[in-house]
């Protein structure tokens, strides 16, 4: 009888510890999921930015038409990362997009004028706080993915991985160069 009931609290007791445990990772997998969506909806805020800066930029620099086609082609390098991309996809197009609006800013830079445009200075401000925005959600993300990968990797929850569909993510790594947003000074 005693044998029975110690059989029995073992068994809820370890029937509770792999709930716990499988929760727990799979709360952590939604967690770094919603952490990439912050990255995806401020890289799809920065990339809405650009055709207000081009049709801004355009005004007083049409001759300028390789660096406005680049601005649109890493714009839409961006919006394909962001709805189907893997998170070096994302990390490349955005290094991309960064390049393009370095180009912009420096043709903006030969136009006085513009540089002094209510609408442009608008948007660089804009620009600027997603920037900051965008350097959080990456910083959001890399730390919900170190607590899974963590959690992955350690005893016990390591045992609970494979039942729960879980695995290592991967940081989120600015390619060589972009570990700094750019800077444009006029």
């Given at each position: ?7 029995v609290?073992?068994l809820?007791l370890l029937?509770?510890?792999f709930v ?7 709360r952590?997998?939604?967690s770094?999921d919603e ?6 909806v401020?890289l799809?805020?920065?990339a809405d930015?650009?055709p207000?800066?081009?049709n801004?930029v355009?005004?007083?620099?049409a ?9 649109t082609a890493a714009?839409?390098a961006?919006?394909q ?9 994302k990390?490349?197009a955005?290094?991309r997009?960064?390049k ?21 200075l608008?948007l660089q ?6 920037e ?8 959001f993300?890399?730390?919900a ?8 990797a350690?005893i016990?929850?390591?045992f609970?991985?494979g039942v729960?569909g879980?695995?290592?993510?991967e940081f ?7 570990e ?7």
């Amino acid at each position: 009888m005693v044998v029975a009931v110690v059989v029995v609290v073992v068994l809820v007791l370890l029937g509770i510890f792999f709930v716990v445990g499988f929760n727990r990772l799979r709360r952590q997998d939604v967690s770094v999921d919603e952490a990439e969506g912050g990255i995806d909806v401020q890289l799809t805020r920065r990339a809405d930015l650009i055709p207000n800066l081009v049709n801004t930029v355009k005004g007083y620099a049409a001759h300028e038409k390789s660096v406005l086609e680049e601005v649109t082609a890493a714009r839409t390098a961006v919006q394909q990362a962001t709805t189907s991309g893997s998170v070096p996809d994302k990390a490349a197009a955005e290094a991309r997009l960064d390049k393009a609006i370095v180009d912009v800013m420096a043709v903006a830079e030969a136009y006085p004028d513009l540089k002094a445009s209510a609408n442009f200075l608008q948007l660089q401000q804009q620009l600027a706080d997603t920037e900051s925005q965008l350097a959080f959600a990456r910083q959001f993300y890399n730390d919900a993915a170190a607590q899974l990968n963590a959690s992955v990797a350690t005893i016990p929850w390591m045992f609970f991985s494979g039942v729960a569909g879980v695995g290592r993510r991967e940081f989120y790594d600015a390619p060589a160069g972009q570990e700094t947003p750019p800077t444009v000074q006029f």
